[in-house]
């Protein structure tokens, strides 16, 4: 390591104990203190993305330069280019500055803007500083929201109905990527859904696990199916690995707390990293869809079983040898069902369609998750039902992976 390395190991250590031991309500505030004076910048804007990805919010710091107050549209802004992109970008508007994407595993947080006089000399310090530094600040963000109420209104709590209130507490961040692997997700809409749930871990050195359910019914009802869904889900996962037990689990559970009345379809996964054998079992669902050099097929499975809480005799486990780069998708019904512009139904057909259009070899994850949702204008309320897709790449084997795309 050399003398700039050391020193800006030694600021990014710095920063990241500050904003450890500040309030939660301080830490535009300490980001200003720790980067204006060094970097010499004028302002700190700490944006966080809204629940369903449409808005980039500022977050109001207590002393620190306030940064202008409307949302910006991630869909026509230079910051949500720099979000969706997921790669830093020089602005000149509203003052001179750059925004700095902010993530984390792939979660995409928001962006900081740092705002400077607009100089060569004051661009050139703030590229030497901002390597490492989305990560920190990623890290205090997602640390302080769940004990800190106005970051999460920053993100639109206040506009979530309650159904949706339960879910996204429950729900894990609608992105992750290791060098194996890479997930994105996306429900919509994102204010108003109420019985789509996922859920992923990995489950070993090696292995991942990732199930995607659908509680009977709408509103909090169906969400508190859910929420029993992915909790037996969890607690199962760790006891073991098997699909079979797992479903047995999940039967159980949900047929003790339905009383036999009530269910709740799924797709349970389970992925060998290391070679790619991908076990899949299936729960009234739809048939998940594979994703092999731009050509979508979809999985044919053993056998479909009822749902969970209708026991079966039997679950059974299907096989599928994935290949680098392959890409799985799991979607509920609601997106089957979903409306296209002119009122047409999208059907399986049209959603392999739009697979086949977006999730190319070389195309990042996030963006064609969000692409695909966009297309079918279910935020627009084109769909009686709340709509959700998962899609997972693997990168390959050890030795032999492709490169993994990020962006938003």
């Not at 020193?7 to 309030?23: K, M, N, Q, V």
């Not at 979660?107 to 006089?117: N, P, Q, W, Y």
């Not at 600040?137 to 206040?158: I, N």
């Not at 979530?160 to 209130?165: H, I, P, T, V």
């Amino acid at each position: 390591m050399d003398a700039r390395d050391a020193a800006g190991s030694t600021y990014l250590t710095g920063l990241s104990e500050r904003l450890e031991a500040a309030d939660p309500g301080r830490l535009v505030d300490v980001l200003y203190e720790h980067l204006s004076g060094p970097v010499g910048l004028a302002a700190v804007w700490l944006y966080v993305v809204d629940y369903g990805a449409e808005t980039l919010r500022p977050v109001m710091p207590d002393d620190a330069p306030a940064p202008p107050p409307d949302p910006l549209p991630v869909r026509t802004t230079v910051a949500g280019r720099a979000f969706l992109s997921q790669r830093p970008l020089w602005a000149t508007s509203p003052e001179p500055l750059l925004w700095l994407p902010v993530s984390q595993r792939g979660e995409h947080v928001g962006l900081l803007a740092l705002v400077h006089d607009g100089s060569d000399d004051a661009r050139e310090r703030i590229s030497s500083t901002v390597e490492g530094l989305p990560a920190v600040v990623a890290s205090a963000v997602t640390a302080a929201r769940g004990s800190y109420d106005p970051l999460e209104v920053a993100r639109g709590a206040l506009e979530l109905e309650l159904a949706a209130a339960i879910q996204w507490g429950l729900l894990l961040p609608s992105s992750y990527r290791d060098s194996r692997l890479h997930v994105s997700a996306r429900i919509e809409p994102a204010a108003e859904m109420a019985g789509d749930a996922y859920d992923f871990a990995l489950t070993g050195p090696s292995t991942f696990g990732l199930a995607l359910f659908d509680g009977m019914g709408h509103s909090v009802e169906a969400a508190l199916l859910s929420v029993l869904a992915v909790s037996a889900y969890r607690l199962a996962r760790k006891r073991s690995p098997d699909l079979a037990a797992i479903a047995a689990a999940l039967d159980a559970a949900v047929e003790q707390q339905g009383r036999g009345e009530r269910f709740v379809t799924g797709n349970l996964t389970a992925l060998d990293l290391g070679t790619g054998r991908l076990e899949l079992l299936s729960a009234g669902h739809p048939q998940p869809l594979l994703v092999r050099d731009s050509r979508v097929t979809e999985i044919e499975l053993e056998v479909r079983r009822p749902p969970f809480g209708i026991s079966p005799p039997d679950r059974p486990v299907s096989q599928v040898a994935l290949e680098p780069g392959d890409v799985v998708l799991l979607y509920t019904d609601g997106l089957v069902e979903a409306r296209l512009e002119d009122g047409r139904r999208l059907g399986l057909e049209g959603i392999q369609e739009l697979a086949a259009e977006h999730y190319g070899p070389k195309a990042s994850l996030p963006l064609a998750t969000r692409l695909l949702m966009d297309t079918v204008h279910v935020r627009r309320g084109r769909a009686d039902d709340d709509a959700t897709l998962v899609a997972v790449r693997w990168s390959g084997p050890p030795g032999d992976r492709v490169p993994l795309v990020d962006s938003a």
